[in-house]
């Protein structure tokens, strides 16, 4: 059973041998940084192994836990770092210690989280039957080949199916993590995490894992600053034109290379802050939804309601008494 939202929320990063340290270390740095308005933090995370054994990284170290599978047992969310070698990624097996404990926290309701490879020991366990499930694009024929019952995504950065959330490599596994922390705590509370690990504060899960030209244009001709002029203009409706005018360049230019540096066009790039912007008034205002709608720029209560319900399946209504459970509803 997952605790109140005040309380406390224990996480457990369950490692294996070849651990990716990227991997590893990413929920304890987003998680720790999930904090209240007066600093206190909401979530507490261990490292734990089978038998609390140290076990070896893709970087040529050991890593020496603190904890065994007892703390699994336990955990609200258990996570699962990737891994770069092993059974799970050679010859579809899992050790059975570690099935069973992930199991068995299913079974009590725990949520089940993977980064990168991490899928593979969840897939291994049998609990990626049937499911949705991101990983690494890398691996794709690899994964596809030993687990053929998982429905494979490689081309999206996580996938949420509920209980279970996988997401793809590196960076998708800081992506999963905030998009845990606006679930269960709101937008402000993820923002601030991103802010203090000095990351994006949102991409959309659906977003493609990989993007035509990675690293942007540098010496002042890319699009940071147009983005950060549409930010401030959110209410008004900003159009193509006026961003590719803002940022001197012709639309097609400019479509060109804002997708090259965002991953997405600026139509759907603009939608995403718009409603990421919604989701935060709603949070932390007492304005009705058909004002939130026109501070966001999606003209109408409606359209919020579309927009919304398409990103994260709720209705504003909805969605406000989730996060702000003493305060009045606005419709």
């Known amino acids: 059973m997952r605790k109140n939202r005040a309380m406390t929320h224990a996480i457990a990063v369950l490692a294996l041998d070849h651990v990716v340290p990227f991997d590893l ?63 799970t990624v050679a010859d579809g097996t899992v050790p059975p210690a570690v ?89 402000e509370m993820a923002n601030g995490a991103a802010r203090r690990c000095v990351v994006p504060p949102w991409r959309d899960g659906g977003q493609a894992q990989y993007i035509e030209r990675p690293v942007p244009a540098t010496g002042g001709s890319g699009t940071e600053a147009t983005r950060t002029w549409a930010l401030d203009r959110l209410a008004e409706p900003v159009t193509l034109e006026e961003m590719a005018s803002h940022a001197r360049m012709s639309v097609r230019t400019f479509t ?15 939608l995403q802050q718009r409603v990421s912007h919604a989701r935060l008034l709603l949070e932390s205002t007492d304005l009705a939804v058909d004002a939130v709608a026109r501070r966001c720029g999606l003209g109408s209560a409606s359209a919020l309601r579309q927009h919304l319900h398409a990103a994260i399946g709720v209705a504003p209504s909805a969605y406000r008494k989730t996060f702000r459970r003493d305060e009045p509803l606005a419709r």
């Open 25 to 87: 270390g990413v929920p304890s740095q987003v998680f720790h940084a999930a904090r209240d308005s007066d600093g206190t933090r909401r979530y507490a995370v261990t490292i734990c192994t089978e038998g609390g054994r140290p076990v070896r990284s893709t970087a040529g170290f050991a890593v020496l836990p603190d904890h065994d599978l007892t703390t699994v047992a336990t955990a609200d969310t258990v996570i699962v770092p990737g891994v770069g070698d092993g059974s």
């Open 256 to 270: 060109r290379r804002f997708r090259a540096e965002t991953g997405l066009s600026p139509a759907r790039w603009l």
């Open 99 to 187: 099935a069973e404990a992930l199991r068995a926290a299913h079974e009590r309701g725990a949520r089940i989280v993977s980064i990168c490879t991490g899928a593979s020991v969840l897939a291994a366990g049998g609990l990626l039957d049937d499911r949705p499930a991101a990983s690494h694009w890398a691996w794709a024929r690899r994964l596809r080949g030993l687990y053929p019952r998982v429905r494979w995504d490689f081309d999206v950065l996580f996938v949420d199916d509920g209980d279970i959330l996988t997401s793809a490599g590196v960076g998708a596994g800081i992506d999963l993590c905030l998009h845990l922390i606006r679930n269960d705590h709101g937008s």
